[in-house]
């Protein structure tokens, strides 16, 4: 892929561009505490988008697309454009009116880009589209820009598309590392590296081919409104509460008739989510398959029957699961609603264990499920195709 957009970009524009790759994530669990000032445990994968990239001394900024049908829009410098239709235009269109808000240097510049992340599947797409256009652009135009400031950045960006999302997917890309999980302290940005490979099993995600429009579907959106409204509860009864990471089981017990069961069921699952994310992290570390695979379904089912974020597919798909002795646990990955299972499967029993998953859920669904096997990779780089 990297290749095609070189030669592509030598083709239509001019020579040498700067080649940037922006990794997808995986998350081992933790999801929805992020945006909570909770825990994370996401993870760097080798499945990507490239960027080829280079000033064109001049005002415009020419941007093109591999993912899609192939699309050129253009903008100036103060980040205006001719309409367009795409989805990855509202992000870039953000991020260049974020940066010449801080007023970063910017100048004219040509850029292709593509990837191999499929779209919808929950491995952080829209992440590494801004993030990679950001950390392309401060490559390219010599802009010092942080990689804490590109994650912020990134998130304003897809605040402004719609996505009120947390700082999780921008830093496991920005700070990923070969064969680590990053464990992330949403509340200080403080992250430490965690050894993801289990002897004797392998990672496999399986794509439900369920996909999912977190700007167009409102309930990841609504889920958050539902934390912030019960630490706005809290804050009235206990002091220093700025999120739920601030919040106890207890403490949301006190509360339990003065919200509504959704709310309250919303809030728990969080805060025991939070609990997972450690344990996972111990289990890890332990090599400790068994656990891991306990952990992955009960934060499955969590999500399934007190947030409420699966499909039925993606339930499917851990339903069969659970039936094999291969499989050691399952769970949906990303914000709900479709995308991806990941699973930890034993090496003996992998080709087995997935030829059935594969065959029962298009059984079941009428729906071919799509199979990645998982390379956990380096975070977002300068990539050198001579080498």
Not at 25 to 40: A, Q, S
Not at 203 to 208: A, G, K, M, Q
Not at 231 to 260: C, G, H, P, T, Y
Not at 313 to 339: H, N, Q, W, Y
Request: proline share 2%; charged share 20%.
């Amino acid at each position: 892929m990297i290749s095609r957009i070189e030669a592509y970009f030598i083709a239509n524009y001019t020579n040498k561009p700067l080649l940037i790759k922006a990794p997808g994530r995986i998350n081992i669990i933790g999801e929805h505490t992020d945006y909570n000032l909770g825990y994370v445990l996401p993870a760097a994968i080798n499945k990507g988008i490239y960027f080829a990239i280079k000033g064109n001394r001049s005002s415009t900024i020419r941007v093109e697309s591999f993912i899609t049908s192939p699309e050129q829009i253009i903008f100036d410098i103060a980040a205006n454009s001719t309409p367009f239709s795409s989805f990855w235009g509202n992000y870039f269109k953000a991020i260049l009116e974020i940066l010449v808000e801080k007023k970063y240097p910017l100048k004219g510049f040509d850029c292709v880009f593509g990837g191999d992340i499929p779209i919808g599947s929950g491995l952080s797409s829209s992440a590494a589209l801004c993030c990679g256009f950001i950390f392309a652009i401060s490559q390219a135009l010599h802009i010092k820009i942080s990689k804490e400031e590109i994650a912020i950045i990134a998130q304003k960006a897809e605040h402004r598309v719609g996505i009120n999302c947390g700082l999780m997917d921008q830093y496991a890309l920005l700070f990923g590392k070969k064969s680590h999980a990053l464990f992330l302290d949403c509340k200080t940005l403080i992250h430490e590296y965690v050894p993801i490979n289990i002897k004797g099993y392998s990672w496999v995600l399986i794509n439900s081919n369920i996909k999912h429009n977190l700007a167009v579907d409102t309930a990841y959106n609504k889920r958050r409104a539902s934390c912030e409204f019960i630490v706005k509860k809290m804050k009235a009864i206990k002091n220093n509460v700025s999120s739920l990471r601030d919040v106890s089981l207890a403490d949301l017990k006190k509360i339990i008739n003065e919200v509504s069961l959704v709310d309250y069921k919303i809030a728990r699952y969080v805060l025991e989510e939070n609990e997972r994310v450690l344990k996972m992290k111990l289990a890890l570390k332990n090599g400790n398959a068994e656990g891991i695979g306990e952990i992955l379904l009960d934060g499955h089912w969590a999500m399934s029957k007190e947030f409420e974020i699966t499909t039925k597919e993606l339930d499917c798909l851990v339903d069969i699961g659970e039936e094999l002795p291969g499989i050691i646990g399952s769970r949906m990955m990303g914000g709900g609603f479709g995308g991806c299972t990941i699973n930890l499967i034993k090496k003996e029993l992998l080709n087995k264990s997935i030829e059935t998953i594969v065959s029962q859920y298009k059984l079941r669904t009428g729906i071919d499920a799509e199979v990645y096997h998982l390379q956990v990779a380096d975070g977002i780089q300068v990539i050198n195709l001579a080498q």
